[in-house]
């Protein structure tokens, strides 16, 4: 997979929140004299905004404190957690690198915690020696029942007691693969009875008889990640270790595993874990179970489906990388968990496209407007903006006006209300960049439905006047019949019809995936500019929203494939006021 050209870096993020209160802190006495950062994923699925969100915090945490220390060595490391064979693939690996050079942040170093797994192995080997972890017999099942609960304290194994030589012993021979998967594992020996289930005994390293998508068959023994994470930030000289709050229990054990190795490992620095809020979305879900549900079971076209909140599906949606940074800064650093509404980040993107995506016209259900005093062979070229007034740049093109043209099917009506402003018979309406037009008359076909409507235009007016003392007002988008561009369009809206998905079983999420979470449609009528659009270009489809040529499905020489970005207003809210 071909990493894309990262987008220019963001500014620093002012300082104010408590982590670079902490930072700030640790500086000033002298705790640290750079800063040092990482972003760890586990290489077992594909990046969502919630990542985003932790992306931009730590890389650029990294871009603030290299501006402030430009010789101190500060920097941001990628580096993959990936101690689960049976979960890893460097599919994701290379998907979560894409995803991080496209929200436009580079790595100053690559690393993998399997890097560290012959370390990690001696570090486990020391703990043995210490008295300070055992290989344990007991079946999961014993040791789940062993371990009690909140109110419950736990009860030690009964092999708890080993020797430092058969532990070594059995440990060596785990190595070797002389023991099948669950049939011994390496505990550490903290304390069966700590308020803190994370602290009783937990487990180190379990036997795994996969092939590792990094070392092969090397290993047959892999650490945990709660063992395995903290040395790897040890050894990598990582000084500020930050994480989400699911992680806040997790900071003991993080501790203990670091405090009981520094002495011995001379670990290059003792890095501390701080906790932050993960991002938390309505309409939509973060969990990667329940996302690996949506896409195993076809719900979607896959992880890169413009519904998802996977980076790459905001990505092919035609999210931009600055619109999801700002969303990110926006939203902030804290320690109170909250939901962000999904019109926040919809806000973003409008904000970014509005100076970016040039304005055209496009049809997405066309009825056809027949108009009868115009010459059947004429064409006019009329010019028109790709900018509204308000946006400080310049560029038209031109759009061909004929006697045939496509307007939307919503903009007539044969019956309409008392304050209908666009085409109904005998009303006038004016065309965008082009003439008025009167309705005279209608084509049905023989079940009753109008197939076309008949009007003349004004003659005396040329386009885009205003004649004095005629109040027009109803302006309507339109497209040459003879000129336009065919194409299949696709509507995207939000994933879930409800704001929270329900909380019980994982799977009773999918009662809520919205049906109309996707609308395709077909033969929609563009302007003749658009027949030029290449896959990943954006646009501003008048009085319709922000579009993105699919960047998979729009090649040449085929029928263009537009996706819709975002409406041009919060529609959702007023559909559900509805």
Avoid at 5 to 19: H, N, Q, Y
Avoid at 261 to 266: G, N, R, S
Avoid at 295 to 318: C, F, N, Q, Y
Avoid at 371 to 394: G, M, Q, T
Wanted: contains cysteine.
């Amino acid at each position: 997979m071909t990493a894309p050209v990262p987008a220019p870096a963001p500014a620093p993020a002012k300082a104010g929140d408590f982590i670079r209160d902490i930072i700030n802190d640790d500086l000033q006495a002298g705790r640290c004299t750079k800063v040092i950062t990482r972003f760890p994923p586990e290489p077992n699925g594909f990046l969502h905004i919630g990542h985003a969100k932790s992306i931009c915090l730590n890389f650029g945490l990294a871009l603030e404190y290299r501006e402030r220390l430009p010789e101190s060595g500060t920097r941001c490391h990628l580096r993959f957690d990936d101690t689960d064979p049976a979960k890893e693939d460097t599919l994701f690996e290379d998907g979560i690198q894409e995803d991080v050079r496209w929200l436009g942040f580079d790595w100053d170093g690559l690393y993998h915690a399997s890097d560290y797994f012959e370390k990690l192995y001696e570090y486990a080997e020391h703990l043995i020696t210490a008295g300070k972890a055992f290989v344990c017999s007991l079946s999961d099942a014993e040791i789940k029942a062993h371990r009690g609960d909140v109110k419950t304290p736990g009860k030690n194994s009964p092999y708890r007691d080993r020797s430092v030589e058969e532990n070594l012993d059995l440990f060596r021979r785990m190595r070797k693969g002389e023991f099948k998967d669950g049939e011994h594992v390496l505990r550490a020996k903290i304390d069966m009875a700590n308020a803190n289930m994370k602290m009783r005994d937990p487990m180190l390293y379990r036997i795994r008889h996969t092939a590792h998508h990094m070392t092969g068959s090397t290993w047959c023994i892999y650490p945990m990640y709660d063992y395995a994470h903290p040395i790897s930030d040890a050894i990598e000289g990582i000084t500020h270790s930050i994480c989400t709050l699911e992680f806040e229990n997790n900071r003991e054990l993080y501790d203990w595993a670091i405090d009981n190795l520094i002495d011995y490992a001379k670990f290059p620095s003792r890095p501390h874990q701080y906790e932050f809020a993960r991002l938390s979305l309505n309409y939509t879900v973060l969990s990667k179970r329940r996302l690996q549900e949506l896409v195993e079971g076809k719900h979607v076209s896959g992880w890169d489906d413009p519904r998802l909140p996977t980076i790459a599906g905001l990505r092919r949606r035609g999210y931009t990388p600055e619109s999801i940074r700002a969303f990110c800064a926006t939203v902030g650093v804290s320690k109170a968990n909250s939901t962000v509404d999904m019109a926040q980040l919809e806000f973003c993107i409008r904000d970014d496209l509005n100076q970016k995506a040039p304005r055209v016209l496009a049809v997405l259900k066309p009825l056809k407007v027949i108009i009868e005093n115009y010459p059947d062979d004429k064409v006019e070229e009329l010019d028109a903006s790709y900018w509204p007034h308000d946006v400080p740049k310049e560029g038209s093109r031109q759009i061909p006006f004929c006697k045939e043209i496509y307007i939307e099917q919503d903009d007539f009506m044969l019956e309409p209300p008392k304050d209908y402003f666009r085409l109904a018979p005998g009303k006038e309406v004016r065309l965008r960049y082009g003439h008025l037009i009167t309705c005279k008359d209608v084509i049905k076909d023989d079940a009753g439905n109008v197939t076309a409507v008949v009007c003349t235009y004004d003659t005396e007016v040329k386009p885009g006047d205003n004649p004095v003392g005629r109040k027009v007002k109803g302006t309507i988008h339109w497209v040459s019949a003879r000129h336009a561009v065919d194409a299949e369009v696709r509507l995207y809206d939000r994933l879930l019809s409800e704001e929270s998905p329900p909380t019980g079983k994982d799977s009773e999420f999918l009662n809520v995936v919205n049906q109309d979470a996707l609308k395709v449609l077909t033969g929609c009528k563009l302007e003749r500019s658009l027949g030029e659009a290449k896959a990943g270009d954006r646009f501003q489809f008048e009085r319709q929203g922000y579009f993105i040529a699919d960047e998979k499905d729009c090649k040449p020489g085929q029928t263009p494939v537009f996706n819709r970005i975002v409406t041009l207003k919060d529609s959702w809210a007023r559909s559900q006021k509805k």
